[in-house]
């Protein structure tokens, strides 16, 4: 990322991405372990790859010890892995397990509930702690902000759920992940891996425009050397290589359109963050959930109050039919 006359100009392209995007499996792992060494070596060693137990960073560390053997792996046991992830990460050897301050229920208590995306939940939260802030502004159609932006920016679709006595927050994340990973890192002075992608989100997409795979100079650096692959890579690479992950995905096999998917959760993260949900198609995550996992679905729903929430966005959860 460079700094000129007050503006930061982006490394790559959308164009850059997608072209890299479009590249060999082969080529992919070579660019990939190219950006490992760089990083490694820049940190003299002193690095360490973030592992989650999901696929992606399955991947990542595969791809990282292929180089380098005793790599050390961290993974931040919060308590809403599925746990067949928890078992999985057992499987492996040199991982340092942390865990965050607070479980999940405090930190709903405290701060408030995951829901819609962690844009929404940010500025729902600014947005009542400042009523007459800039936030706020978003959640107004009348407002200078949304006739200056459009639609695209304006959030007066989310007025209920802002005005709504739900307690939300984007907090979840921070608390329980990102804070033990940078307290360690800072304790260690290890720099990490990630095994996140650009196809992800428009924030990671943003993030890899802006710095590439390697952010050296960022305030908190970070490589994200799986930046430009996608899911059917990653899928791809697993099945190619014959790559043990873990169980709750299912098989690898292909679609009637030929693209390689997971018989069973296509993707992990926490069992019970909401966002996202109200875009996912009947069975949703917590439809499953109450079919693989129900005691974790009735603690879910019931005791967290997670239930609630749903109903109040109009997610059905109920268990489907047998």
Known sequence: ????????????????LKIMQGWSLERKIRVTQTRIIEWYQHWEGNVCVNFSGGKDSTVLLDLARRIYPDIEAVFVDTGLEYPEIREFVKTKENVTWLKPELPFNKVIEKYGYPVISKEVSRDIEVARRKPNGKTAERFDPNSEYC??????????????????????????????KKKPLKKYAKISNKYAYVGTMACESAIRKQNWLRTGCNAFNNKEPISQPLSFWTEQDILQYLKQFNIPYASIYGDIVENEHGKLMTTGISRTGCMFCMFGVHLEKSPNRFQRMAVTHPQLYDYCINKLGCGKVLDYIGVDYSPLPK
């Open 1 to 16: 990322m460079i700094h000129l006359g007050g503006e930061w100009m982006m490394k790559y392209t959308e164009e850059d």
């Open 147 to 176: 006739k200056k932006y459009g639609k695209r920016w304006c959030l007066e679709k989310w007025i209920f759920l802002k005005d709504s006595d739900i307690p939300i927050s984007n907090q979840c994340c921070n608390i329980m």
